[in-house]
Protein backbone atom coordinates (compact mmCIF):
# COMPACT_ATOMS: atom_id res chain seq x y z
CA UNK A 1 0.00 0.00 0.00
CA UNK A 2 0.78 3.75 -0.44
CA UNK A 3 2.24 4.78 2.81
CA UNK A 4 1.34 8.58 1.27
CA UNK A 5 -2.21 8.23 0.36
CA UNK A 6 -5.31 10.16 1.65
CA UNK A 7 -6.70 8.87 4.38
CA UNK A 8 -8.95 12.08 5.68
CA UNK A 9 -10.33 15.42 3.55
CA UNK A 10 -12.38 18.26 5.60
CA UNK A 11 -13.20 20.62 3.49
CA UNK A 12 -14.47 24.53 4.54
CA UNK A 13 -17.38 26.26 2.85
CA UNK A 14 -15.93 29.60 2.62
CA UNK A 15 -12.52 28.41 1.27
CA UNK A 16 -9.79 30.41 3.26
CA UNK A 17 -6.20 29.84 3.61
CA UNK A 18 -4.34 28.54 6.79
CA UNK A 19 -0.76 29.76 7.29
CA UNK A 20 0.28 27.19 9.72
CA UNK A 21 -1.23 24.21 10.96
CA UNK A 22 0.56 22.04 14.45
CA UNK A 23 -0.77 19.19 15.40
CA UNK A 24 -0.67 18.29 19.01
CA UNK A 25 1.36 14.69 18.96
CA UNK A 26 -1.32 12.42 17.06
CA UNK A 27 -4.33 13.49 18.35
CA UNK A 28 -7.73 15.86 17.01
CA UNK A 29 -5.93 18.69 19.08
CA UNK A 30 -5.18 21.41 15.90
CA UNK A 31 -3.39 25.03 16.77
CA UNK A 32 -4.27 27.06 13.37
CA UNK A 33 -3.58 30.42 12.46
CA UNK A 34 -4.75 32.10 8.92
CA UNK A 35 -2.74 33.06 6.38
CA UNK A 36 -2.27 33.46 2.27
CA UNK A 37 -4.54 36.16 0.04
CA UNK A 38 -7.73 34.97 1.67
CA UNK A 39 -6.95 33.71 5.47
CA UNK A 40 -9.30 31.41 7.13
CA UNK A 41 -8.51 32.85 10.57
CA UNK A 42 -6.65 36.51 11.43
CA UNK A 43 -3.04 36.28 11.28
CA UNK A 44 -2.57 37.01 14.73
CA UNK A 45 -4.93 34.46 16.21
CA UNK A 46 -3.88 31.00 17.12
CA UNK A 47 -7.01 29.11 16.42
CA UNK A 48 -7.42 25.74 18.63
CA UNK A 49 -9.29 23.67 16.68
CA UNK A 50 -10.84 20.32 17.60
CA UNK A 51 -11.19 17.87 14.15
CA UNK A 52 -13.51 15.72 16.30
CA UNK A 53 -16.13 18.34 16.84
CA UNK A 54 -15.14 20.17 13.89
CA UNK A 55 -14.65 23.65 15.64
CA UNK A 56 -12.70 26.09 17.53
CA UNK A 57 -12.67 25.27 21.19
CA UNK A 58 -10.17 27.73 22.11
CA UNK A 59 -8.84 31.27 20.55
CA UNK A 60 -5.32 33.15 21.90
CA UNK A 61 -5.05 37.05 19.84
CA UNK A 62 -1.67 38.88 20.03
CA UNK A 63 -0.58 42.11 18.76
CA UNK A 64 1.57 41.08 16.41
CA UNK A 65 1.39 38.30 13.09
CA UNK A 66 1.72 34.87 14.29
CA UNK A 67 5.40 33.27 13.20
CA UNK A 68 5.23 29.95 14.67
CA UNK A 69 3.59 27.67 17.17
CA UNK A 70 4.44 24.35 18.91
CA UNK A 71 2.67 22.48 21.03
CA UNK A 72 3.01 20.06 23.97
CA UNK A 73 0.65 18.46 26.50
CA UNK A 74 0.57 21.05 29.19
CA UNK A 75 2.24 24.04 26.78
CA UNK A 76 1.49 26.10 23.70
CA UNK A 77 4.86 28.18 22.33
CA UNK A 78 3.73 31.09 20.08
CA UNK A 79 6.45 33.34 18.65
Do not use: Y
Not at 6 to 24: A, N, P, S
Request: a positive charge; one cysteine or more; glycine letters at 8%.
Amino acid sequence: TDPCRLTHKRDFEDGGGFGIVQMLFRCNILAVVGGGRNPRFQPHKVMIWDDRIPRCVAEISFRAPVKAVQMSRDVICVC
